[in-house]
C-alpha cells in the first residue's frame, strides 16, 4: 500500500519510538516494572487534566472512558442537562439516557461552542436545583468548535451540578485546568493529541465527586471507578490492562512532556490557522464560528456541486491524504482535517496541495497555489515551532 498521511481527528499518525514501545515484550501486569509505570503515567497526565487527585486508566476507547464517567457518577432516574454542539455531545447524552438517566438537552447551533450565558440562564431557572449533572465537550470533534470551558466552568461552579467533560479530542491540546475550574470527571484518550495508538481512556475524577460514587446505586461492573481507584492504589488495574497501550503512552508522553506543553498548543494552533487560512484562499468556508475554532480539528465545508465522498476517495487513493468526511447530518457537508499527531509543515503544505490538485481535477475555478501560499504565510509569522520531539 502507498504511504498515507493521515490528517483525520484520532487515530492519528504515531511517532516510530512510540510504535517500538508498544512492541516490547509482556510484563507482569501485578508486578513493580507495570507499577512504576503507570505511576509514571498518571504523575504526567495530572498536571495536564490540571488536577491533583486520581487519573485512572481503563482498557477501552474514549467512549469507554465516558461510558465509565455516567455510570459511577449518576444514578436512574436523575435529571442532567446535556449541552452538546454537536455529534459527540450527542453520544454523551445517550450514554446517559440509555442508562436511565432523564436528559434534557440545550441545543447549540452546528458549528458554535456552547454559550456559557445560555447555559447560566437555563441552570439559573433550576432554582430548586432539580438538574443533578451537566454533561459538556471540551472539543467538538465533529465541527471543529472548541468550547470555553473556563467561562462554563464559572456557570456550573455557581449552579453546583455535578459535571462530565469529553476532553477526548482536546485535553494537552490547550491549557486544561480541572481543579481550579471545578470539574468533577474529566475524560480523554491516547489517540488523540498524545498522539499513541487506540486502547485506553484516561479518566481524571475530582476528590469531591468520590463520595457520591461511593454512594451511587447504578450497576457496573467492568468499569467500576471504585474498584479501579482500589487496585490503582498498588500499582495495579483489576483486570488485564492493555499493556502495549501503556507502553506507547509513556514513551508518547515522555515526548509530549519533552516537547513542552505550551509548544504543543502553539503547533496544533498554528497548524490548524495554517488550514483554515488554506481553505478560505481557495473559496472554502469553515464551518466553524470565529471564535469558537478548534485547535485540533479542522471543519470545513464542501464546495457546492462536489461530491464529498468522491473527493476524500481520490485524496486517499491518488494522493495518500487522509482526512475525515462528515458525521451524520454532516455527512456529504463537510471536510474535517485534524491537526494532531506527527504531522510536519510540509505534511500540512502537501495536503493543501493535493486538496488544490484534486479541485483543479474536479474543474473548480481555484488559482493554483493560493491555498499553500496562504498557509505558507501563516507558517513564516510564526516563531519556530518543533514539529516533533526528534
Ligand atoms: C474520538 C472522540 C471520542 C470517541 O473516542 P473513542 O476512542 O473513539 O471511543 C469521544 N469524544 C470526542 C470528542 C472524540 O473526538
Request: aromatic share 6%.
Amino acid at each position: 500500500m502507498r504511504k498515507q498521511i493521515l490528517f483525520i481527528p484520532g487515530p492519528v499518525t504515531v511517532a516510530e519510538s512510540v510504535l517500538a514501545a508498544a512492541g516490547q515484550a509482556m510484563i507482569d501486569h501485578r508486578g513493580p516494572q507495570f507499577a512504576a509505570m503507570q505511576g509514571r503515567l498518571v504523575e504526567r497526565l495530572r498536571p495536564i487534566f490540571g488536577t491533583t487527585g486520581d487519573v485512572v486508566l481503563l482498557g477501552c476507547s474514549g467512549t469507554g472512558g465516558l461510558e465509565a464517567a455516567v455510570v459511577n457518577t449518576f444514578a436512574p432516574g436523575e435529571r442532567l442537562l446535556a449541552c452538546p454542539v454537536g455529534f459527540f455531545g450527542r453520544r454523551l447524552a445517550a450514554i446517559a439516557q440509555t442508562h436511565g438517566c432523564e436528559v434534557e438537552t440545550l441545543e447549540t447551533a452546528p458549528g458554535y461552542a456552547l454559550d456559557p450565558q445560555a447555559l447560566a440562564e437555563r441552570l439559573k431557572a433550576d432554582a430548586s436545583r432539580r438538574i443533578a449533572g451537566v454533561l459538556l465537550t471540551q472539543n467538538e470533534t465533529s465541527t471543529g468548535v472548541q468550547n470555553d470551558m473556563a467561562a462554563i466552568a464559572a456557570v456550573t461552579r455557581e449552579h453546583g451540578a455535578v459535571t462530565i467533560v469529553d476532553a477526548v479530542s482536546g485535553m494537552g491540546a490547550s491549557e486544561f485546568r480541572m481543579d481550579e475550574w471545578g470539574f468533577d470527571v474529566v475524560v480523554t484518550a491516547p489517540q488523540k493529541v498524545f498522539a499513541a495508538p487506540p486502547g485506553l481512556a484516561m479518566v481524571a475524577v475530582g476528590a469531591q465527586v468520590w463520595q457520591r460514587i461511593e454512594r451511587n446505586p447504578m450497576p457496573r461492573f467492568y468499569f467500576d471507578l471504585l474498584k479501579a481507584r482500589e487496585f490503582a492504589r498498588q500499582g495495579q488495574t483489576p483486570w488485564t490492562p492493555p499493556v502495549s497501550a501503556y507502553f506507547a503512552l509513556d514513551e508518547a508522553l515522555d515526548r509530549y512532556g519533552r516537547v513542552g506543553a505550551r509548544h504543543v498548543w502553539m503547533r496544533l494552533e498554528t497548524y490548524a490557522r495554517a488550514i483554515r487560512t488554506g481553505l478560505e484562499a481557495l473559496g472554502i468556508s469553515i464551518f466553524s464560528q470565529p471564535g469558537a475554532h478548534s485547535p485540533t480539528v479542522v471543519a470545513a465545508r464542501v464546495p457546492d456541486g462536489i461530491d464529498a465522498g468522491g473527493l476524500l476517495r481520490a485524496l486517499r487513493e491518488e494522493r495518500g491524504i487522509v482526512l475525515s468526511g462528515g458525521q451524520a447530518e454532516l455527512k456529504g457537508k463537510i471536510l474535517r482535517i485534524g491537526t494532531m499527531g506527527e504531522l510536519s509543515q510540509a505534511d500540512v503544505l502537501g495536503a493543501l496541495g493535493a486538496i488544490e490538485c484534486e479541485l483543479l481535477e474536479l474543474g473548480v475555478p481555484i488559482r493554483a497555489g493560493a491555498g499553500v501560499a496562504a498557509a505558507l504565510r501563516v507558517f513564516r509569522a510564526e516563531a519556530p515551532v518543533p514539529s516533533d520531539a526528534g
